[in-house]
């Protein structure tokens, strides 16, 4: 399976985004979708998209994507959530101790993933966590909310066997 990953997209789905997701099988989107059900429709044409609703999203995104969503893909159990991490613990921690949000940690305790899937933050972030034997992703964000400094950015990636492979990222300036 060939997954597209993108969060905080703030009402944005931009051509250069959309030229990167082409070969993708399906779009997971971790939240902050903004714009509206119509704008996650409009994703949802373009591909097969599972998402999370963020923190920015209305009651209409949040009836169809839920806070967090878990589930097993080609023999990769998957954990996605908008929020992962604590407030303001975004840089400068140390990989042995990841500062998690607690409903993320209580889904984490409750599901064991082999791959947790956040937001949130705009900053993007692909790191192993020795403690739980479970691999980090955040995408960054690929819409225009957020800082000048830190680049709009996608993943994509293959899942074969309980495996991610080929791990691509692309950035887009601001």
């Given amino acids: ?28 989107h971790a939240g ?13 044409e373009y591909k097969p998209l ?21 589930f097993e893909c080609e023999g990769l159990r998957v ?7 604590m407030k303001g613990a975004y ?19 409750t599901y064991h993933p082999d791959l947790f899937i956040y937001g949130h933050t705009h900053i993007p972030q692909v790191v192993r966590d020795p403690a739980y034997g479970m691999l980090l992703m955040n995408p960054g964000a690929c819409g225009f909310e957020g800082p000048r400094e830190v680049p709009r950015m996608a993943l994509r990636f293959h899942i074969v066997n309980g495996k991610i492979d080929g791990l691509e ?5 601001r």
Wanted: aromatic share 14%.
């Fill in 32 to 44: 902050d979708f903004g714009g509206g059900i119509r704008f996650a429709r409009k994703i949802a």
């Fill in 79 to 85: 954990l996605m959530t908008h929020i992962g991490l």
């Fill in 50 to 70: 599972l998402g999370v609703h963020g923190n920015v999203d209305g009651m209409d995104i949040r009836s169809i994507y839920p806070r967090f969503q878990q």
């Fill in 169 to 173: 990222k692309c950035e887009w300036h």
């Fill in 91 to 109: 840089w400068g921690f140390s990989p042995r101790q990841f500062p998690y949000d607690t409903v993320a940690k209580a889904l984490i305790d």
């Fill in 1 to 28: 399976m060939y997954i597209g990953l993108i969060s905080d997209t703030h009402g944005t789905f931009a051509d250069d985004v959309k030229e990167f997701l082409a070969p993708v099988d399906v779009i997971w």
